[in-house]
């Protein structure tokens, strides 16, 4: 049985509207206690989200539907999607809940689900939800005496603050760095500034005044411009900017000039091999990734696991396989010693770590390899499959052949939004241009 509700990141929509409306979180919330209720314990449930007006609605829902099944509530209000991870399986909950559209604008919501060893839940658990959903909740409702309860708790912050702080290697310290951070009116615009500072950082804020409708607007790492400028302006020593949930981050260099998860991830690799920390003799990323990252790698000897699209595919294979280093290009990155999803503020202070510890400016250190052009366009559609048609299908297949063996073509819909991506890879750097061009148009043509 396929998904119809759960996509690539959880469940996600425009707010108030389905499938992101009142009555499918309380069947989502009714569904996900039906089956994480095990045993005769008191089963409990942390609901974190970020600040979207329409989180207040989801959450009540949620709350409602946990309850009706006998699940006690924990609300923690605004934070990171990572901490709603760490403090499900710290606080021994059965269930963890984000309310999240994640880069999404503020019209968008969703609902990301973490099982109580902190992981997000495999398309197996989520079909299953799914079919609670759809047949039999009301005969599954707990009697009167045993519906659950709510509360909220208030200390949160500081537990994941520290957490956070400890992965930052001892004996090191941010003293002396100016450092611009973009929260992205986000559910990190409280807990990162917090973290920076107490590590000795002069911490410049922006993005930290959030109203419910502001998130990611002209701001976080959707609009990195922003704290692009504010590096230079105020002659910071490093830039870093999060996403409305803050499990993804954009770094700069002390001249303003954005780095990208690749890199990051190469320079990290190299720096843990030296230190005898790197597992497994490489790093996972997804199909995204850029050549260049795989020949760097392959120079120190090291590998690079490729898995599709998806920082929970990332995850998935990184723990079957034993690697401690995997993450997506555009800045999900995950550190499995300490998270088990992708955190931006985690991502960025393991990079800082390899700065400081160099004693080099952030220029100097934060750009491992010389990237292999690569163009990537999305194209919005309204509906149908545009990528079956055999017109589009057969320019695919030309393109590809155009491109050769020191290229690569890597076109897919997303699992979030009614786009198309687009993407081309190669030595050529015109030719590139061209071929994504084409194949943008002949989807445009025929999604009109």
């Known amino acids: 049985m396929g998904k119809k509700l759960f996509g690539t990141d959880g469940i996600r929509g425009k707010a108030n509207a389905a499938p992101m409306t009142a009555e499918t979180a309380l069947r989502v919330g009714m569904a996900a206690g039906l089956h994480f209720r095990r045993g005769r314990h008191r089963h409990r449930v942390l609901i ?14 949620l709350t409602a539907g946990f309850i009706s099944m006998g699940m006690d509530v924990i609300i923690v209000g ?23 559209a994640s880069h999404n604008p503020f ?10 060893d902190g992981y997000k839940l495999s398309d197996e658990v989520e079909e299953q939800i799914e079919e609670h959903v759809a047949h039999g909740l009301p005969t599954k409702l707990a009697a009167p005496a045993d519906l659950g309860r709510a509360k909220r708790l208030h200390d949160v912050h500081g537990r994941y603050t520290e957490f956070v702080k400890s992965t930052f290697p001892k004996g090191l310290t941010l003293q002396g760095m100016r ?25 410049i804020p922006l993005g930290d005044n959030p109203d419910g409708i502001n998130i990611n607007q002209d701001c976080g790492s959707t609009a990195p411009e922003a704290m692009c400028r504010a590096v230079q302006e105020y002659r910071a020593d490093f830039g870093i900017a999060l996403d409305g949930d803050a499990d993804r981050a954009l770094i700069a260099d002390e001249t303003g000039t954005l780095i990208d998860g690749d890199q990051l991830m190469a320079i990290v690799a190299k720096n843990w091999q030296a230190n005898g920390k790197l597992r497994k003799d490489g790093i996972v990323a997804t199909v995204m990734s850029n050549m260049g990252l795989e020949r760097y790698l392959n120079g120190l000897g090291l590998t690079l696991e490729r898995t599709r699209v998806g920082d929970r595919y990332v995850v ?5 396989h034993g690697y401690n280093i995997g993450g997506e290009q555009s800045g999900h990155i995950i550190f499995s010693d300490h998270a088990t999803t992708g955190d931006g503020t985690i991502a960025a202070l393991q990079v800082l770590a390899v700065i400081v510890a160099s004693g080099k400016r952030a220029s100097e250190v934060c750009v491992a390899f010389e990237p292999m052009p690569q163009l990537l366009r999305n194209v919005r559609f309204q509906g149908g499959a545009p990528l079956e048609n055999g017109t589009v299908q057969q320019l695919i297949t030309d393109c590809q052949h155009r491109l050769g063996n020191s290229g690569r073509l890597l076109i897919r819909p997303s699992g979030t939004e009614p786009v198309i991506r687009v993407m081309a890879e190669g030595e050529d750097e015109s030719l590139i241009g061209k071929v994504v061009e084409e194949i943008c148009d002949a989807i445009r043509a025929v999604a009109a």
């Open 316 to 320: 998935e294979y990184m723990r079957r």
């Open 78 to 100: 605004p934070m990171p999607t990572p901490a709603v991870a760490i403090l499900t399986r710290s606080m021994r909950c059965d269930l963890g809940v984000m309310l999240s």
């Open 179 to 203: 450092i611009v951070l973009d929260c992205a009116n986000g559910a990190a615009y409280k807990v990162a500034p917090e973290v920076l500072w107490e590590l000795g950082a002069e911490v």
């Open 107 to 116: 019209e968008d919501n969703g609902i990301k689900l973490f099982g109580p």
């Open 48 to 61: 974190g989200k970020d600040t979207r007006l329409s989180g207040y609605m989801l959450e009540a829902a």
